[in-house]
């Protein structure tokens, strides 16, 4: 629609030099002022009056002035302060008279200059550096070296800088310090402790002969792990059920002392930015469930025993208020009923009560547990027919949802906007299921084998599943449509290995790597079983076709696909399960598709912009209006300002 024509006159506001004086007023930021008499165009500040009010160039009619007298010339300024004192390095050096040194290499540009020899003498101080004349300070009375050096010269050597005595001499002084220190990804030796950097550019800092962590806490960074499993084929009789790493590379033992597993086997462990909680097998129901606020050192939960729990857990997951642990009773002859399959504790894991569970009789067991952080929480395992619970007040209270695997649902992970289960049916199919809120679940999944062909079935299950901020990774015994399984939507699934025998428990990501555990897991290397007691030919980057022992129970990989033996202390039995200190959920894809209809693929592109024009409006009326500024003794009434605004 056009706006009619419209006539506009401005006028600014104006007047004599004599009334400007006079009236003296102070312009509104950007208000043009004019001064008939001298033909002068000044514009407001909304601070200064006029008479103080500079005009702004003009090309008018006036004619310049004469030149005024030179001023006279201002007095002399105050001498400035003196200049900093140019670099100079002393070296204090004790003792015996030693042998005359080689001669003191030094360079400055392109060019190296050597000094004269220096002898260094016992109680005799020394100076090297750059004199006052630009030459070079020799000791002991000699010349100057070379001159013309400029304030960037630098001492270079060629070797080892070593002391002549262990442990006496110092470098730098605590009034007197280096300002920087450049060193290579090598490492730096504190005593026993040794600092180093990755190609990622992490940190390890650890001792030297025990290869822990050098910190208090022990954890170093995000990339903190535990790991748990069973040594019950411990040649050795020293059973470990509890491993740790902070490189994901290098695994050790816990420190002496701390606790383990009654019956030697440990199966979930969780984080959540204060402390560890695992949980694993004790008939007696003593060490079910162990605490450490480090993962160097583990504690039994006080009383345990009285709290009569299950004696099993297998899944342990913190709601952002209340620690959550799922298991069962492994003891001959004692049921497990469904009320008795979740437990929940509001005091860091100190005290344990039973959740309730509803709508669900009869027996069951309590499994992995997922949660979003905000009070609702999924549980994966088996409850007279029904294969999940959820749960909406941080796990005190639980109901059965509608995804059903006919042996159990193994693993549960949520990835902030995704749910994913995985377990076993029989016949298997449909191993992988994913809901948008935990309730309603979907199991239109798609699984490929190593050679990209559909599989609808397959003789094992799956046990885990993990996201790392970009794609899933689940893991299991999945032959022959692949034991690691990679999915970037969680509904279609690409076999990444495929190998009959091997078991994997469990996966986590840590913020750099993935790390697997499990039995025989080392198949994965070769894709073949050599049988037991048999040996892999590992292609391993850092040892390159190095024998390991068939029984690994940890992998490395940085990408899903490619994965490599990890060096250090590994389970004899079994790994079961393992987690970081990088706490979940990843914010990832939003996925959305129904049973039955495959999942939205990706937007189109743009179309091409629209050209249509709407009609003409109606020339509006013809209208007159007059801005006049007024004089400058004018007074306004406040009403429609009429502002061009800035220049931008």
Not at 191 to 209: E, K
Not at 389 to 412: C, K, M, R
Not at 525 to 531: K, Q, V
């Amino acid at each position: 629609m056009s706006c009619g024509q419209t006539s506009v006159k401005f006028q600014l506001r104006r007047g004599t030099a004599q009334q400007w004086s006079t009236a003296n007023p102070i312009l509104a930021q950007g208000e043009p002022g004019y001064d008939e008499t001298n033909n002068l165009l000044k514009i407001g500040d909304g601070i200064t009056p006029w008479n103080s009010l500079p005009a702004i160039a003009s090309s008018g009619g006036g004619t310049t002035g004469s030149t005024g007298p030179t001023g006279s010339t201002g007095s002399t300024g105050s001498t400035g302060p003196t200049g900093p004192t140019g670099p100079s390095m002393q070296v204090d050096v004790l003792g015996p008279t030693g042998q005359t040194a080689s001669a003191l290499a030094y360079q400055s540009g392109p060019t190296a200059y050597t000094t004269t020899l220096i002898q260094f003498v016992r109680g005799v101080e020394h100076e090297v550096g750059v004199s006052a004349t630009g030459g070079l300070l020799g000791g002991l009375g000699t010349t100057g070296g070379a001159t013309g050096l400029s304030s960037d010269d630098y001492i270079q050597v060629s070797g080892d800088i070593i002391p002549t005595r262990d442990g006496v001499f110092n470098l730098g002084a605590p009034n007197n310090k280096f300002k920087s220190a450049y060193i290579g990804a090598n490492t730096v030796y504190i005593g026993d402790v040794q600092i180093s950097s990755n190609s990622n550019g992490i940190a390890n800092i650890f001792s030297r002969t025990s290869y822990r962590s050098a910190l208090p806490s022990g954890d170093v960074g995000e990339n903190f792990m535990v790991c748990l499993g069973s040594d019950t084929a411990n040649p050795n009789n020293i059973f470990n059920s509890i491993l740790i790493s902070n490189s994901a590379t290098q695994w050790y033992t816990v420190d002496a002392g701390s606790t383990q597993f009654g019956s030697l086997s440990g199966f979930g462990v969780a984080w959540n930015g204060a402390i560890w909680v695992a949980t694993g097998n004790d008939l007696n129901k003593d060490t079910t469930i162990l605490v450490s606020t480090t993962g160097h050192s583990w504690q039994a939960v006080p009383n345990l025993r009285s709290m009569n729990l299950f004696d099993t857990g297998y899944g342990v997951a913190w709601s952002g208020k209340n620690w959550i642990v799922g298991g069962a009773n492994q003891a001959t002859g004692v049921p497990t009923y469904v009320n008795q399959t979740l437990a929940y504790s509001t005091d860091n894991a100190i005290t344990w009560s039973f959740a309730t569970i509803q709508g669900v009789s009869g027996e069951g067991v309590g499994g992995q547990v997922a949660t979003d952080g905000n009070g609702r929480c999924v549980a994966s395992g088996v409850w007279d027919t029904y294969s999940s619970l959820i749960s909406y007040d941080h796990g005190q209270t639980w109901v059965p949802t509608n995804p059903t695997f006919t042996e159990g649902a193994n693993g549960v992970a949520y990835n902030g906007k995704l749910w994913v289960m995985c377990g076993a049916n029989s016949p298997e199919i449909g191993q992988f299921v994913y809901s948008t809120d935990g309730v309603n679940w979907n199991s239109d999944t798609v699984l490929y084998d190593v050679s990209g062909n559909i599989y609808t079935s397959t003789s094992a299950r799956a046990q885990r599943v993990a996201w790392n901020g970009m794609y899933w990774i689940a893991v299991g015994q999945l032959f022959p449509y692949g034991n690691v399984l990679k999915s970037y939507d969680g509904v279609r699934w690409q076999s990444i290995i495929g190998t009959n025998g091997l078991q994997a428990r469990d996966i986590t990501w840590n913020g750099a790597s993935w790390v697997m555990t499990g039995y025989d897991i080392g198949a994965i290397l070769i894709g073949t079983d050599n049988g037991a007691g048999g040996i892999y030919v590992v292609s391993n980057p850092v040892e390159p076709d190095t024998l390991y022992p068939q029984n690994l129970s940890m992998l490395i990989s940085y990408d899903g696909d490619n994965w490599f033996s990890i060096n250090g202390t590994q389970f004899t039995s079994s790994g079961y399960g393992i987690a970081s200190r990088r706490v979940l959920p990843y914010t990832g894809l939003n996925i959305s598709a129904a049973s039955g209809v495959s999942p939205t693929g990706p937007t189109g592109p743009t179309g091409p912009a629209s050209t249509a024009v709407g009609p003409t409006g109606p020339t509006g009326p013809a209208s007159s209006i007059m801005f006049d500024g007024g004089t400058p003794t004018s007074v306004y009434t406040v009403g429609p300002v009429f502002d061009c605004g800035t220049i931008v």
